[in-house]
């Protein structure tokens, strides 16, 4: 302590002989420094990381290599002086000042010191990280700074862009943003109910641990007023916390599906407090008093998300509040859709001064599709802010290749340090930056894009597929002039490798989503073919947008299409065999299929002329696929005249995170007169199904046989296997195109 004070009196004097405005700093003349960096003896790892990451980046601007020494007896004459200081209010807060021939870097106690200089860096010397893979770094053999005396600070004091891209330190520094593991213990984020209190381990022999819904006790969350099931949490994390002493958040809380207990206690206290939050906020209370020290961070989510009337979290408990069924078209503030979700974050911010706010803003299940949000993040993050919300997570995941993935956690970046700064301002710096002379023809397209949802008055939805707006922000004549905004983008952005590949790669959303609505209309005036005297010719324009799609995926190294993990080698793939269409010598093309049971009728409105219309399925199960749900089905299909085609075949879908699963086994039948049928095979799925092929196609030899009907009989998994997150929920069986040759 003593050191510390003997410092912060040095320092003091050396900022009180500070001078006029116009003295500048000569950092480095012709690639030559007499510049030392200097942090105290005892340096502290953020004292330690500003201090290479200033100098790290001064030699690649300049080839100047500043030395790095601990603080001796006198300062060097000509420093720059990096430490922490407990009296700057908020800890990623810092000063930075010219003293004389000097500059004193001053951070709060978290991440000051870095973010200082990511400030020096970014303010007077030119730096950007666009992204993980492209930073403006200028090159100059001199550097001089002028007189500076700033300060900075940021009202939130968490602030997490999900994704790949904070897994890249500078970038994640420079851009003064936060990883999951900078918070929370490992393994102890979110949804760790099970993690707990295992069903695995307990459901056999103590079910009444477990929710209790609709007269039965199933395994998908805790019984949250069994005294054992609080025993065993608290045993649980005594002996997690060994392992990871260090760390102070902890998460409790609920699995990522509906059913909370309704057992008669459980149910007693969800109307006492007017919510299913009643039993977990008093349920984390109590472990929350039994950790003082740490913090219990529990969810706020879909069922949960209304904040109980009677009980208040405690101090160390952490509210992580959700906001996932929001519209994501206009603002929250600006959507009738969206007050009960207002409601509830007053109410929560009524109750609890600590509220970790989990926002989602982009398509999940199509990574790489038009989403036209951004107008709406600044609203969204001041909301929060004004009521009372500190800590912030983006679920962004964001990847490249994803539509704007880096402009959208660039901006976020921004924004979740300075609520206030100049969205329009960030975009139109970054899109320079990004795309070069392309920007100026990006911005029109986001605007035009902006513009256009805006007049539909259409939900965004962050599991929508571009069909959903075919007609309206995405329809032909939209589509087209996007796409003359993105030609001009990518011409004029030609002379520059890594521009011309970023807007190269900004083409990938309206690409896709064109390959998308095609599908959807695959013989329509949008589809992949045109129909001419009953024969299907396939359009070069559609073909061509597919290789092109796929190339630029691979020269930008694209992330998966989706939240499930669709690579774009695997979209590339099943659009290939989408796009086969089965017409010609195929008998079973528009031909009549009966199912008993019917299939669900959510999926392709449950038709089964889907099912012989010459189109294999995406690899969407929204598109041209039809579903059935814990239940094995028999289909029919009617030849019409007796044939001796000699293969059948019928095609599946997994998509596990979707709790989609390939069936046990198919077997298939042929009959004559559709009463005898002769059994030409049954082919089973081993294993569990924890990896398979997002298609699999099942295959029979017919020779030999004459037959007028075929029935396939489908026995599905029913339940979802024990490594799946959902585990024991209902599988269901997907089914495509049949095709007889
Ligand atoms: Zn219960």
Redesign the pocket.
């Known amino acids: 302590m003593k050191k510390l004070i003997y410092l912060l009196a040095l320092l003091c004097t050396a900022t009180g002989c500070s001078t006029k405005k116009e003295e500048v700093i000569k950092l480095v003349t012709n690639g030559e420094s007499s510049y030392t960096i200097v942090i105290p003896p005892d340096a502290t790892p953020v004292e330690v990381r500003a201090a290479s990451f200033l100098h790290d980046h001064i030699l690649k601007i300049s080839g100047a290599d500043l030395p790095v020494v601990s603080f001796g007896e006198t300062l060097p004459e000509q420093c720059i002086y990096i430490s922490s200081d407990p009296q700057i209010v908020t800890g990623d807060g810092f000063s930075i000042a010219t003293a004389g021939s000097s500059l004193i870097i001053k951070g709060g106690i978290e991440r000051g010191c870095i973010y200082a200089v990511s400030e020096l860096l970014e303010r007077y010397l030119g730096v950007r990280w666009y992204s993980p893979d492209y930073a403006v770094i200028p090159q100059q053999n001199s550097i001089s700074l002028p007189a500076i005396d700033i300060t900075g600070s940021s009202p939130n004091s968490y602030r997490n862009v999900n994704g790949a891209f904070t897994l890249n330190t500078d970038y994640k520094d420079f851009n003064r943003l936060h990883h999951i593991s900078d918070m929370f213990a490992d393994r102890y984020f979110v949804h760790t109910f099970n993690r707990l209190v295992p069903w695995e381990t307990w459901f056999a022999g103590n079910p009444e641990y477990f929710?209790?819904m609709n007269g039965k006790r199933i395994i998908d969350q805790l019984?949250?007023?069994?005294p054992d099931v609080l025993r065993l949490t608290i045993e649980k994390l005594k002996e997690e916390m060994a392992l990871q002493p260090e760390k102070v958040f902890w998460s409790v809380s609920q699995g990522d599906n509906f059913s909370y207990?309704?057992?008669e206690?459980?149910s007693k206290i969800i109307g006492e407090e007017g919510s299913p939050a009643g039993?977990i906020i008093h349920f984390v209370n109590r472990i929350a008093e039994e950790f003082p020290d740490k913090v219990i961070s529990t969810l706020a989510y879909q069922y949960s998300r209304k904040a109980p009337e009677k009980v208040k979290p405690r101090e160390n408990v952490q509210i992580m509040l959700c906001t996932i069924e929001l519209n994501r078209s206009i603002p929250i503030a600006n959507d009738p859709g969206s007050k009960s979700f207002i409601t509830d974050l007053q109410d929560w911010g009524r109750i609890s001064n600590h509220i970790f706010l989990w926002d989602y803003t982009v398509d999940f299940a199509h990574s790489i599709s038009p989403f036209p949000n951004l107008h709406t993040l600044q609203p969204n993050i001041n909301l929060f802010v004004q009521n009372n919300v500190r800590e912030h997570f983006q679920q962004t995941n964001t990847g490249t290749g994803h539509e704007f993935a880096e402009l959208k956690a660039y901006l976020l970046s921004k924004l979740l340090w300075n609520p206030e700064a100049d969205a329009k301002e960030i975009i139109r710096e970054f899109t320079d930056g990004y795309y070069g002379k392309g920007g100026k023809w990006i911005r029109k397209y986001i605007a035009s894009l902006e513009r256009e949802l805006k007049e539909s008055g259409e939900r965004l939805d962050i599991y929508g597929p571009p069909t959903n707006h075919q007609n309206t922000f995405l329809s032909e004549k939209n589509i087209k002039r996007y796409s003359r905004f993105l030609e001009k983008a990518e011409k004029a952005a030609s002379g520059d490798r890594h521009h011309h590949l970023h807007v190269r790669t900004a083409m990938m959303p309206l690409q896709y989503a064109i390959m998308e609505i095609g599908k959807n209309d695959m013989f329509g005036p949008r589809g992949w073919y045109r129909e001419v005297d009953g024969d299907f010719i396939s359009r070069p324009e559609m073909t061509s947008m597919l290789e092109s799609f796929y190339q630029t995926s691979i020269d930008c190294n694209s992330a998966p299409v989706n939240e499930s993990g669709l690579s774009p080698e695997q979209y590339y793939t099943s659009t290939k065999r989408f796009i086969d269409v089965q017409v010609k010598g195929n008998l079973a093309f528009r031909k009549k299929v009966i199912a008993d049971p019917p299939p669900a009728e959510k999926y392709s409105g449950g038709d089964l002329s889907y099912l012989t219309n010459g189109v294999r399925g995406a690899s969407d199960f929204k598109v041209h696929w039809l579903g059935w749900e814990a239940q094995n089905f028999t289909l029919i299909l009617d030849l019409e005249e007796v044939t001796e085609a000699k293969s059948i075949e019928i095609s599946t879908l997994w998509e596990q995170k979707s709790w989609i699963l390939h069936p046990a086994s198919v077997a298939c039948l042929v009959s004559e007169d559709g009463t005898d049928y002769s059994l030409l095979g049954k082919q089973v799925v081993e294993g569990d199904q924890r990896q398979e092929d997002v298609t699999r196609l099942f295959s029979f030899d017919a020779w030999g046989k004459s037959y007028k009907y075929v029935k396939f009989e489908v026995e599905g998994t029913l339940r979802l296997f024990d490594w799946h997150p959902s585990a024991g929920g209902g599988s269901w069986v997907f089914v495509d195109e049949i095709v007889v040759r």
């Open positions: 929710s209790f019984c949250l007023t069994n207990c309704q057992c206690e459980c039993p």
